[in-house]
T-cell receptor, first 114, second 112 residues
Framework: GAVVSQHPSRVICKSGTSVKIECRSLDFQATTMFWYRQFPKQSLMLMATSNEGSKATYEQGVEKDKFLINHASLTLSTLTVTSAHPEDSSFYIC??????????FGPGTRLLVL | GENVEQHPSTLSVQEGDSAVIKCTYSDSASNYFPWYKQELGKGPQLIIDIRSNVGEKKDQRIAVTLNKTAKHFSLHITETQPEDSAVYFCAASWEAGTALIFGKGTTLSVSS
């Protein structure tokens, strides 16, 4: 149990385009999902916290208009990187938790912006 | 806010030896401390966690100890195997389910 999936696993896009990443909890309902960003050989940095049906809470320094987060249901959250630029290239990872239970992470999405 | 320090950044051991990774945290209100294993190109996988009302927890070859007074917690892996090679992250939060603050990670290499 406690499986979290992400789609796509990797994406290459041109500078200026938008990319949507999906995060799904497959076998449980996630009241809260988190989005992290990880650069090579670095730790995970929290970008935002999203609760189902409400606006996401963004960490300081994360542009909410650039990284759009939607948590439309208890099993799906999406992250859209708008007008992507090469500096947005990174590994994006989501996690999901139900109630006060442990966070389970997805497999990550590798984004490369050319 | 919470800050988590993790040491060492790299650790190399021989197969069968023990490995110990240590973390310290700054916020005394933190009371949930998970450890994650991350293999190259994959998301973190929870391997063990501990809550503040417990001083030690063990799961087969893996154990975690917590010293709330000193604000540090440690991961112990015994009888290491090559497949234990990965990056290990400690994290802290004030309760399970809230945002995790991660340490910088430890790259563990187990050679046979």
């Amino acid at each position: 149990g406690a499986v979290v999936s992400q789609h796509p696993s990797r994406v290459i896009c041109k500078s200026g385009t938008s990319v949507k990443i999906e995060c799904r909890s497959l076998d449980f309902q996630a009241t809260t999902m988190f989005w992290y960003r990880q650069f090579p050989k670095q730790s995970l940095m929290l970008m935002a916290t999203s609760n189902e049906g409400s606006k996401a809470t963004y960490e300081q320094g994360v542009e909410k208009d650039k990284f759009l987060i939607n948590h439309a249901s208890l099993t799906l959250s999406t992250l859209t990187v708008t007008s992507a630029h090469p500096e947005d290239s990174s590994f994006y990872i989501c996690s999901a938790q139900a109630g006060v239970e442990t966070q389970y992470f997805g497999p990550g999405t590798r984004l490369l912006v050319l | 806010g919470e800050n988590v320090e993790q040491h060492p950044s790299t650790l190399s051991v021989q197969e069968g030896d023990s490995a110990v990774i240590k973390c310290t945290y700054s916020d005394s209100a933190s009371n949930y401390f998970p450890w994650y294993k991350q293999e190259l190109g994959k998301g973190p996988q929870l391997i063990i966690d501990i809550r503040s009302n417990v001083g030690e927890k063990k799961d087969q070859r893996i154990a975690v100890t917590l010293n709330k007074t000193a604000k540090h917690f440690s991961l112990h892996i015994t009888e290491t195997q090559p497949e234990d090679s990965a990056v290990y992250f400690c994290a802290a939060s004030w309760e399970a389910g809230t945002a995790l603050i991660f340490g910088k990670g430890t790259t563990l290499s187990v050679s046979s």
